[in-house]
């Protein structure tokens, strides 16, 4: 991204992010607003719909839809924190609405502006080193890619990318990477017993790393995970890559 270049870019801040961990959407709009982004944020957003929809509850989640398909339709960007939730409205979207031309454009139009957070960064405002957000971080740390963001939406290396041009940071390989952590949305709710086991698969690899900090693009994965750790009374800490962007971040 030249210094000339000016970008306008609505953040869609996610259920999770939200409620439960808004310290990383304000990293998100901090790490943004350093590359000169001018963030706007539509203060009615709700759920994109994703857990009715993976539920069985298609006509809840088209509700949902277009309520989104309205709030964003004058974005030039949507910018996602979350690799489950910007999959549901690039990919899941055109499925939800496949039966009606109308929404069904409106929905593709929603879904060609849509990035996931690291994403935009790396192929959007084209950031080659992440010292140009300020970053930097003491410590090791490994990496967790969440499975909306590889399977969906195919989004591997940006956010590798951005991690091993952190100044100061030290990167540990994590076994079993891309296997899921067992959270899945409304999966951990179904199906508690298999979603410990794999949650507890998923933990043992990361103690094994060696890693002070475990870093993912999805906070619902890191709320599992964490979970996990901290019942085991572990020390390791769950941030997602917009705080280790973000010189602020504590």
């Known amino acids: 991204m030249t210094a000339n270049t000016k970008i306008t870019a609505d953040l869609f801040v996610t259920c999770v992010v939200d409620q439960l961990y808004p310290d990383v959407g304000v990293s ?5 607003r350093r590359l000169g982004v001018s963030i706007g944020f539509p203060g009615d957003q709700t759920c994109c719909g994703q857990p009715v929809y993976n539920t069985g509850y298609s006509h809840q989640a ?14 030039e960007y949507v910018v996602v924190p979350s ?6 409205l690039r990919v899941f979207y055109l499925e939800i609405f496949a039966d009606d031309p109308q929404l069904l454009t ?3 139009a929603l879904a060609a502006k849509t990035y996931e957070f690291s994403e935009f960064l790396v192929n959007v405002l084209k950031v080659e080193d ?3 957000c300020g970053a930097s971080h003491e410590g090791t740390v490994t990496y967790h890619p969440s499975c909306h963001l590889l399977r969906e939406l195919g989004v591997k290396s940006e956010p590798q990318k951005l991690l091993q041009s952190v100044p100061g940071l030290e990167q540990k390989e994590l076994e079993g990477a891309e296997i899921c952590c067992g959270f899945g949305g409304t999966f951990s709710v ?5 979603s410990e086991g794999m949650v507890t698969d998923k ?32 020390n390791i800490k769950v941030r997602h890559l ?3 962007l973000d010189v602020e971040s504590e």
Do not use: W, Y
């Open 190 to 194: 179904k199906f508690p017993h298999i």
């Open 242 to 244: 917009a705080q280790i």
């Open 62 to 75: 088209r509700i949902l839809a277009k309520r989104v398909l309205e709030q964003f339709k004058d974005s």
């Open 130 to 132: 992440a010292a140009d």
């Open 83 to 88: 690799g489950s939730c910007a999959a549901t």
């Open 203 to 234: 933990v043992a690899n990361v103690q094994a790393s060696g890693a002070d900090t475990l870093v993912s693009c999805d906070m619902s994965c890191l709320m599992n995970i964490g979970g996990s750790l901290n019942r085991q009374e572990s």
């Open 28 to 32: 998100v709009v901090r790490v943004l």
């Open 106 to 108: 409106e929905a593709k």
